[in-house]
């Protein structure tokens, strides 16, 4: 049987993962400034997380969410702790897109509309309601295309002040840094307008948290620079270091009823023993606070190189715009320098996302490269 091929690949077979590295068959050494899609938030194959892991499926893996669960409390506690919130409940499911599918279902619930309001450059997933609200017309089947939803420029917040004035809106959702468009964020205005906009008109504001928090941008949620309160934030990727998880933080004053929401894996033991694990070492290692650290050390040294134009994102969430497309580069430093970046849909950029636990030497590794690399160009 052939893999349904939807994916081009890379002609590298990555078999160990160590820190800020990872190993391929023939045991070539690469740095993985990419973390795969921004998951790997405490490094491959951390030693504490490893044991958790192993420990926890030596005695179950695995049963349903119609038992007790008491890892589920847990990490909830820990949550709650290390990013500073309170007065939200967690609901645990296994990825970025099924989070925000629930957190846009709860929305429509608690609302009791359907309309959704999106903007320009937002990835928020491939399923079915979440594509919807994805700005990649490529990637929308005609069964995706039903749902009722706005799209609205990035930013502009004159334009979302209009769009909310028929009272219609079930919610606003938006990645506060945009992931894969580009590493835009917009001002600390326009997100309390959209705040202030849902309080006045019954509607619901959902932070997209799902590449951005977990420690990435230097504070827990990239939404807490802004001083705002979303009603739901959802979160996945950096959550479980690599092991499938995803959340829903939904402020207290929505109610819960039984049969609302549901999964089948989602909260399972295993997946609690990995999310505990990094919400751990996150904090006893002082991740978020090394994110910060060295977002300063990176805008310094880009600074050193005239190509990049500029220097999107904050924390180790980081983009590096150049005026021509990188694809070309990437390959480069891929191929003949051993260093995996990531892309994004503005082809002119280079996203950095490496685990939170790099430190400076991999940076200048990285900058070394890119110098020699640029010179070639």
């Not at 609200?133 to 995706?144: G, L």
């Not at 694990?277 to 991740?287: A, F, G, Q």
């Not at 650290?293 to 600074?303: M, T, V």
């Amino acid at each position: 049987m052939e893999l349904f091929d939807v994916y081009p690949l890379y002609d590298i077979t990555p078999v160990k993962g160590e820190g800020c590295y990872v190993y391929d068959e023939n045991g070539t050494k690469y740095l993985d400034l990419y973390g795969g899609h921004a998951v790997i938030s405490i490094g491959h194959s951390h030693p504490e997380y490893v044991k958790a892991i192993s420990d926890q499926i030596s005695r179950l893996g695995f049963y349903s969410n119609s038992i007790k669960n008491p890892m589920q409390q847990e990490l909830a506690d820990k949550l709650e702790k290390l990013a500073g919130i309170k007065n939200y409940q967690l609901f645990l499911c296994n990825s970025g897109a099924e989070a925000n599918e629930n957190a846009l279902k709860v929305a429509s619930f608690e609302t009791g509309k359907s309309k959704i309001i999106y903007f320009d450059n937002a990835f928020h997933g491939r399923t079915s309601g979440v594509v919807a609200v994805t700005d990649n017309e490529s990637i929308k089947a005609p069964f995706n295309k039903d749902h009722q939803v706005v799209k609205l420029p990035f930013g502009d917040g004159e334009a979302l002040t209009e769009a909310m004035q028929e009272g219609d809106v079930a919610a606003i959702i938006f990645e506060i840094i945009q992931g894969v468009g580009g590493l835009d964020e917009a001002e600390t205005a326009f997100y309390k307008k959209a705040e202030e906009l849902c309080e006045n008109y019954g509607a619901i504001l959902i932070a997209d948290e799902v590449q951005a928090g977990y420690g990435r941008t230097g504070d827990f949620f990239a939404f807490q620079k802004h001083g705002i309160r979303p009603d739901i934030i959802s979160i996945a990727k950096g959550m479980g270091n690599g092991f499938p998880i995803g959340g829903v933080l939904i402020d207290d004053k929505i109610k819960s009823k039984y049969g609302m929401l549901g999964t089948t894996f989602g909260g399972n033991h295993l997946a609690c023993a990995a999310g505990i694990s990094v919400l751990d070492v996150i904090e006893k290692e002082n991740l978020i606070e090394n994110a910060s650290e060295l977002s300063e050390y990176i805008q310094q040294k880009a600074k050193e190189i005239p190509q990049i134009k500029k220097v999107k994102g904050r924390g180790l969430m980081i983009g590096l715009e150049f005026d021509f497309e990188v694809a070309a580069l990437r390959k480069d430093l891929l191929f003949n320098y051993q260093i995996f970046t990531g892309a994004a849909s503005n082809k002119k950029l280079l996203r950095i996302l490496p685990p939170l636990n790099i430190q400076k030497e991999h940076f200048e590794t990285f900058f070394k490269a890119l110098k020699t690399a640029l010179e070639n160009h």
